[in-house]
């Protein structure tokens, strides 16, 4: 009876994970774009290549330099953008882009973004250090370089 207890409570200690765990996903706009943005944002119904809502398209990497670097370039902030410039990594440049304000805050043109169904904190999580450390590619170059 002792041991069928002790197994079940290890089973349930198993599966209980953590909203603390490190998250291991690499913050990189490719990453982002791929896992977060591309199946969230990405939809036909908005910023798909096809439909680009506000210009925006976040189904491809492609589309997403472009709406990064060229279209709604406040999207993220650099730390390197700041006045005065500033160290990465830095809460400055997360608080200062438009697409941390969009994925949080409910008032902002009407919704949080993504319409349908708000990011995990996960997802927030890694977007805002992904900003915090100065929007890096997976070569370790920064997006806007």
């Known amino acids: 009876m002792i041991v069928k207890m002790w197994l079940c409570a290890l089973l349930i200690a198993g599966c209980n994970v953590s909203s603390d765990t490190q998250d291991d996903r690499p913050a990189t706009f490719e990453f982002i774009t791929e896992a977060i943005l591309k199946p969230s ?78 990011l995990s904190n996960k997802d927030q999580e890694l977007i805002e250090t992904w900003i915090s450390l100065g929007a890096p590619l997976a070569n370790g170059k920064g997006l806007f370089e």
């Open 41 to 118: 944002c990405g939809t036909a119904e908005c910023h798909s290549a096809m439909k680009a809502e506000k210009q925006d398209v976040f189904d491809s990497l492609e589309g997403a330099r472009t709406t990064f670097t060229v279209t709604h370039t406040d999207l993220v902030i650099t730390c390197e953008q700041l006045m005065p410039p500033q160290t990465s990594p830095c809460d400055a440049a997360v608080t200062s882009s438009y697409l941390y304000t969009v994925i949080h805050d409910k008032d902002i043109e009407g919704d949080r973004m993504p319409l349908d169904q708000a």
